[in-house]
């Protein structure tokens, strides 16, 4: 028996494999400094001659998501800090 190189003595590490992002909340999805949650506003997209100006307006900018729905963000987006 010769000697052993520290390398063939080495103990295999076991890694935990990385979480991985959803894809589609990715791009639908971006995480604020504040925690909350910002999200595209919808039916705003298409079929827009029949929705009137009013509610045409009401649905434009950014929205934040519900309270209730952070859990499944987290899950969706995690290392995000949710």
């Known amino acids: ?42 039916f705003k997209r298409h079929i827009l001659t029949k929705k009137t100006t009013k509610n045409k ?5 950014a929205s934040a998501v519900h309270e209730a729905d952070l859990g499944r963000m987290a899950q969706m987006l995690p290392g995000r800090g949710l």
Do not use: D, I, N
Not at 12 to 20: D, G, I, N, Y
Not at 26 to 38: D, M, Q
């Open 1 to 42: 028996m010769g000697l052993q190189t520290p390398h063939e003595h080495k103990e295999k590490e076991h890694k935990v494999p990385k979480m991985k992002t959803k894809s589609a909340a990715k791009k639908r999805f971006r995480v604020r400094p504040g925690g909350t949650v910002k999200r595209g506003q919808a």
């Open 57 to 61: 307006r009401h649905l434009r900018g």
